[in-house]
Nanobody, 122 residues
Framework: QVQLAESGGGLVQTGGSLRLACAAS????????MGWFRQAPWKEREFVAT???????KYTDSVVGRFTISRDNAKTTVYLLMNSLAAEDTAVYYC????????????????WGQGTQVTVSS
């Protein structure tokens, strides 16, 4: 059974940085894409970033230049480095894993973590 465990969320001031990590366990396959999504109160879950098995990345426009997604396939872990955080980045951040090699949408993902809260205060 595939499980995802996020860590690294917390409270940070505007302009600060956080690094989220997501460790996957129970995997019996490779070549999968991984991604980060977020959900703010009263809003739908939205795509933040994704990375293919080979390391090709894609970001939502609002985080380009500020967030960096990376992965360590040996450790089955994906990371999200978030710099220059702003109030609008406040949300619960979810890690996700897809059976597909490329996965850009919520519906493409098959496994989800429990989420980690990121709060940016002014």
């Amino acid at each position: 059974q595939v499980q995802l465990a996020e860590s690294g969320g917390g409270l940070v001031q505007t302009g600060g940085s956080l690094r989220l990590a997501c460790a996957a366990s129970g995997l019996t396959f490779s070549g999968y894409a991984m991604g980060w999504f977020r959900q703010a109160p009263w809003k739908e879950r939205e795509f933040v970033a994704t990375i293919t098995w080979g390391g090709i990345t894609k970001y939502t426009d609002s985080v380009v230049g500020r967030f960096t997604i990376s992965r360590d396939n040996a450790k089955t872990t994906v990371y999200l480095l978030m710099n220059s955080l702003a109030a609008e980045d406040t949300a619960v951040y979810y890690c996700a894993l897809s059976h597909y090699r490329v996965a850009d949408y919520v519906v493409d993902y098959h496994y989800w973590g429990q989420g980690t809260q990121v709060t940016v205060s002014s």
